[in-house]
């Protein structure tokens, strides 16, 4: 109970306070709080941990490849290519109609860009192309499958 009658005197203090406009939104603000903290106090915890166990825990195969299906259709339903920018060089920023031939992730304007961004790339390029050689060609974010 010391806590409870400490944390009230704190905010009886702050009330006091001549904070500049700021004195009755942090009493609210902390008004607030202490409401959502007695809410959580009284919730019947082993409810929600039945339900959470039940609807959660308790999924088989068919419901996660079925949820699965769900989101991949919901997230092709958006139309990314719009939101998308052009390609721009990754040397220059000018346009670019041409990506690096080894690990298709760079875009460049042209030859002379793509020469003088190499030592850069390099690197990254090297990672991405032994993934490939390790993993194959897969496309992580691909729901086709299910």
């Avoid at 709080?33 to 609807?55: A, I, N, P, S, Y």
């Avoid at 190499?118 to 690197?123: I, P, Y």
Wanted: hydrophobic content about 35%; proline content about 2%.
């Amino acid at each position: 109970m010391s806590l409870a009658l400490d944390l009230q005197r704190t905010i009886e203090e702050l009330n006091m306070m001549q904070a500049p406009e700021a004195s009755q939104q942090s009493f609210f603000v902390l008004e607030q709080v202490m409401t959502m903290r007695d809410g959580l106090l009284k919730q019947d915890w082993k409810e929600v941990v039945r339900v959470g166990h039940e609807v959660i825990f308790n999924e088989t195969e068919e419901s996660y490849q079925n949820e699965m299906k769900c989101l991949a259709e919901w997230y092709n339903s958006f139309d990314i290519e719009s939101c998308l920018e052009d390609p721009k060089c990754a040397k220059c920023g000018a346009p670019a109609e041409k990506r690096c031939s080894r690990c298709k992730n760079e875009w460049y304007c042209g030859r002379e860009c793509q020469v003088a961004a190499w030592e850069g790339h390099k690197t990254v390029c090297d990672i991405v192309c032994q993934d490939r050689e390790l993993h194959g060609n897969v496309d992580h974010g691909s729901f086709n499958e299910l």
